[in-house]
T-cell receptor, first 111, second 112 residues
Framework: GESVGLHLPTLSVQEGDNSIINCAYS??????FIWYKQESGKGPQFIID?????DKRQGQRVTVLLNKTVKHLSLQIAATQPGDSAVYFC??????????FGKGTRLHILP | NAGVTQTPKFQVLKTGQSMTLQCAQD?????MYWYRQDPGMGLRLIYY???????DKGEVPNGYNVSRLNKREFSLRLESAAPSQTSVYFC???????????FGQGTRLTVV
């Protein structure tokens, strides 16, 4: 079936460097995408979203890019900090209102 | 505001036992969701409710039932628990289509 997936299960980044987490989706009818951060023992927390009529959206230290041609999302975190260590999920909202998650990428910050 | 509240936080069941996981939100949201999270599997949608009085199946509904009791509450029932249902269960709520969902802290369920 159609699903949202991620390219890398674990990403290690030096503190202070930029992080880029990638996500591929296969449902071309999806029109809204969300990035979540999940810390150990907690529920997922909203980071940033983007609608299908946009290519880029920026927040505080985070940027999401959407390439509809190749069905690809990325989350960029600037100046990565120890507090950014977590698992990051992309999710898509389909036209039947379901929010479907990918498997997640663990971001590990190196000192 | 408490946001999304799940009870209990931890539960151990014996195979064949039944139980209901409770979820309540105080944000006046229309949509509510139940997910399960297994190691390496991400979050999988069990059931969701787009509005009070409606429910629909998600990706993995087998073995579960839900009730949207009112706008605030959305419960998940396991009629006959199986070891394969050992997981962390998350409830979430949202304003509706094309908006983010807000998650509770989860219920860690072990079926022995």
């Amino acid at each position: 079936g159609e699903s949202v997936g991620l390219h890398l299960p674990t990403l290690s980044v030096q503190e202070g460097d930029n992080s880029i987490i990638n996500c591929a989706y296969s449902n071309s009818a999806s029109d809204y995408f969300i990035w979540y951060k999940q810390e150990s023992g907690k529920g997922p927390q909203f980071i940033i979203d983007i609608r299908s009529n946009m290519d880029k959206r920026q927040g505080q230290r985070v940027t999401v890019l959407l390439n509809k041609t190749v069905k690809h999302l990325s989350l960029q975190i600037a100046a990565t900090q120890p507090g950014d260590s977590a698992v990051y999920f992309c999710a898509e909202t389909r036209r039947d209102d379901k929010i479907i998650f990918g498997k997640g990428t663990r971001l590990h910050i190196l000192p | 505001n408490a946001g999304v509240t799940q009870t209990p936080k931890f539960q151990v069941l014996k195979t064949g036992q039944s139980m209901t996981l409770q979820c309540a939100q105080d944000m006046n949201h229309n949509s509510m969701y139940w997910y399960r999270q297994d190691p390496g599997m991400g979050l999988r949608l069990i059931y969701y409710s787009a509005s009070e009085g409606t429910t629909d199946k998600g990706e993995v509904p087998n073995g579960y039932n839900v009730s949207r009791l009112n706008k605030r509450e959305f419960s998940l029932r396991l009629e006959s628990a199986a070891p394969s249902q050992t997981s962390v269960y998350f409830c979430a709520s949202g304003r509706g289509r094309d908006t983010e969902a807000f998650f509770g802290q989860g219920t860690r369920l072990t079926v022995v």
